[in-house]
Nanobody, 121 residues
């Protein structure tokens, strides 16, 4: 059983930046970030392979967000730049049992509690 804990969310103005962190209680394989806005389904944001060498992004965040990981610290990151009001959501980190997970929620076995990101216009 792996426990995940996100941090780094907050309120930021449009155009600003935030860095989310996700601390894992143990070693994880592939991992990803998802987000859920009020009244909407949880959606894929980014994923990263166990080595960190493979990443993938949703089109809506490509070029603005960067996913990374520090396996020595069992920590996952999401650097978010040029934030927009439509990025407002609860952000969740997730860990998979596969080496290179994809964008489907069903590929992920462990989830954090989420951290709120609010972008004001």
């Amino acid at each position: 059983q792996v426990q995940l804990a996100e941090s780094g969310g907050g309120l930021v103005q449009a155009g600003g930046s935030l860095r989310l962190s996700c601390a894992a209680s143990g070693r994880t394989f592939g991992a990803g970030w998802f987000r859920q806005a009020p009244g909407k389904e949880r959606q894929f944001v980014a994923t990263i392979s166990v080595s960190g060498g493979d990443t993938a992004y949703a089109d809506s965040v490509k070029g603005r967000f960067t996913i990374s990981r520090d396996n020595a610290k069992n920590t996952l990151y999401l650097q978010m730049n040029s934030l927009k009001p439509e990025d407002t959501a609860v952000y969740y980190c997730a860990a998979a049992r596969t080496v290179v997970p994809g964008p489907s929620l069903h590929e992920y076995d462990y989830w954090g509690q989420g951290t709120q990101v609010t972008v004001s216009s």
